[in-house]
């Protein structure tokens, strides 16, 4: 803990890369007995990039995302993060694997009645103390931070604003500088462009992959569009009736892969 009561971030000695940020092997869910969705995940997430999951509706990518942290419960098999297996953690253990896990939702998740500064300083509030969050008191650090975060996503000057107030693409975009708040060592994105315009969709997506080249962060997002992923992901993971069913670079994914992942051809341009 520091003076003001923050918990100081792990050491980068203590994030030591092996290359790998997530190692899922043998993932099943199932949440209905014997009707699994996962049907046996094996899927290595670099810690360098942005790693794009694709596959049809239903296919278990939310569901994937969801039991990385938690927020869905695995039927079997592990979740290695940095060595610790996911699968096994509960409490506070829970707790803290969740604070280095950032995530950015397609609803954004924000909270609609407070200023963005606020929705981007309670990225921080499993760091800050409870009496301070409810006092909305937040050390004078977290705000620079803050201020610097939303220049870097293109929202210079919106500090203040109310978080109804602001576009899909601008929600998505503090959604984004909240999640980095955290100071997380993986973000998980389940499908953050689906609500936006063409436009907004790529400038999220570069934000992104920006993200994860500049500071080191590996990203892993759901998305449905392939056109995007192949523009911004390093790598592509194709998902198909709960197995991974491509997992390699963009350029390597043809139309045989496409099919593969979505089935039928009629759609193909
Ligand atoms: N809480 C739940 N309870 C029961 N079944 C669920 C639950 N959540 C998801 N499912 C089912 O699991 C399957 C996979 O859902 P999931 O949301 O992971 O797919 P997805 O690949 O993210 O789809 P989309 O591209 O439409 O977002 C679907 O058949 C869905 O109906
Ligand atoms: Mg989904």
């Known amino acids: 803990m520091t003076a003001q009561g923050r918990v100081v971030p792990a050491p980068a000695d203590a994030r030591a890369e092996d290359g790998r940020a997530l190692v899922i092997r043998r993932l099943v869910k199932e ?12 899927l290595v997430v670099p810690s360098t990039g942005l790693t794009a999951i694709i596959g049809p509706s239903g296919t278990g990518k939310s569901t994937l995302i969801r ?12 979740i290695l ?3 610790e297996d996911l699968t096994k953690l509960s409490g506070a253990a829970l707790r803290r694997a969740r604070r280095r896990i950032g995530m950015v939702f397609q609803e954004y998740n924000l909270v609609e009645r407070l200023s963005v500064m606020e929705n981007l300083l309670c990225g ?6 409870v009496w301070r969050a409810w006092l909305r008191r937040f050390p004078e650090p977290d705000i620079a931070r803050a201020f610097a975060l939303l220049d870097a996503v293109g929202l210079p000057g919106f500090a203040t604003r109310r978080a109804d107030a602001l576009s899909g693409g601008q929600r998505q975009r503090v959604g984004i500088a909240r999640a980095i708040m955290q100071e997380p060592e993986i ?5 953050p462009t689906s609500s936006l315009d063409p436009k907004s969709s790529v400038e999220v997506m570069e934000i992104l992959s920006r993200l994860a080249a500049e500071r080191g962060v590996p990203v892993v997002v759901n998305i449905h569009n392939v056109a995007l992923a192949r523009r911004f992901a390093s790598r592509i993971v194709g998902m198909s009736g709960g197995h991974v069913v491509y997992d390699g670079p963009p350029e390597g994914l043809g139309e045989g892969d496409l099919r593969g992942i979505y089935g039928g051809e009629s759609w193909l341009e």
């Open 187 to 191: 973000i998980l994105a389940d499908e």
């Open 124 to 129: 921080r509030l499993g760091y800050v103390p």
């Open 81 to 83: 993060f940095r060595g």
């Open 31 to 42: 949440y209905r007995p014997g009707q699994p969705v996962l049907r046996g995940i094996d």
């Open 67 to 78: 039991c990385v942290n938690r927020l869905v419960q695995p039927t079997s098999g592990e």
